[in-house]
């Protein structure tokens, strides 16, 4: 879902409580998609992977986080601020205050 053109994209967001998730739903069946949360508020947010708990009409079963800006390897020193997580199984992620991260996600089996 990477390669340019390769992936329909679906961008949802909350103004209020400064949050955007995109989806990037591969039009090949091979592919898994990726679902990037952003949190661009000074608080800590818990979002859902998926609006509705699927991504383009399959129910999530799993998630990968693929990368996540506040990883201990992006700060300074090594020193990670308060990690992004999964929270709920793998259905909702706690987001840390001005980060991103992306999880790729597959379908329920």
Known sequence: ALRPGDADVTVEHDEAA???RMTL???EASGAP???LFN???ERRELSLAADGTTDGMTIGSA????ATDDPAFAPGGKGRANTEFVQGNARVAVAPFAAAVFKVEPRK
Do not use: D
């Not at 990968?64 to 990368?67: D, E, L, P, Q, V």
């Open 64 to 67: 990968t986080r693929i990368f």
């Open 25 to 27: 739903s591969p039009r």
């Open 40 to 42: 661009l508020s000074t």
């Open 18 to 20: 400064g949050w955007i």
């Open 34 to 36: 990726l679902i990037v």
